[in-house]
């Protein structure tokens, strides 16, 4: 039985891939595709953002390569970094709570 994390890891591949396989390249998500997976799966953390065009802005960001697409490795850090900045929102709770 895979342990809680390996589940998170297994779960964070066939998200990327179940977007990724829409326009037909199953290795790279699309601007598109991009869009609605973080409309989907993201979509507490796009209605927070301000600015409409920050799908473009984090695709660019994301794109470390400058191909016009986001593979796993680039989707990863998107997670990691959005990951950080939950469990620092988190920790910042804790301290409060046992105030």
Known sequence: MPSELETAMES??????????????????????????????LSTFLKSQKDPAAVDKIMK???SNCDGKVDFEEFVSLVVGLSIACEQCYQREMQMGKK
Not at 15 to 40: I, P
Request: glycine share 4%.
């Open 12 to 41: 964070l591949i066939k998200v990327f891939h179940r977007y990724a396989n829409k326009d037909g390249k199953c290795f790279t998500l699309s601007r598109r595709e991009l869009r609605e997976l973080m409309e989907n799966e």
């Open 61 to 63: 960001d994301l794109d």
